[in-house]
């Protein structure tokens, strides 16, 4: 990304309409991020296959193409970026290296802590949650 913005987490439809609609109220250059995880799972319960991680990077595929759609005509002035982290902090990393000092992230079902939205104020990016 040439100048700073706002880093948007976007993961489904719903959460990340949230997400984008609070991050465009901050008058920023979006960057709209998709994280298809990769490397070991932490579940014990499934096998981890090269189908599953392509699944996975399919619908993150599908999310930026959502995001897309959502964005309208400002998708022009947008980044889409597919992540694929292997390790905690990559998200952060990455976003840090782009120049992103603020990101918005949609609240997760069941109120629990977002893991995402964990690092990134870690590593000192400004994250405001959309609910």
Known sequence: MGEAGVLVVFRERRGG???IAAAIAVGEPLAIVAI?????????????????EEAIADAATRDLRDARAILGERAEQATFVLLAPEHDGDVAEWALRA???RAVVASRRLGRADPIARELARAGIEVSVAR
């Open 17 to 19: 309409s949230r997400a």
């Open 36 to 52: 298809a995880p990769r490397g070991e799972p932490r579940a014990r319960c499934i096998v981890y296959t090269g189908a599953l």
């Open 99 to 101: 120049g992103l000092r």
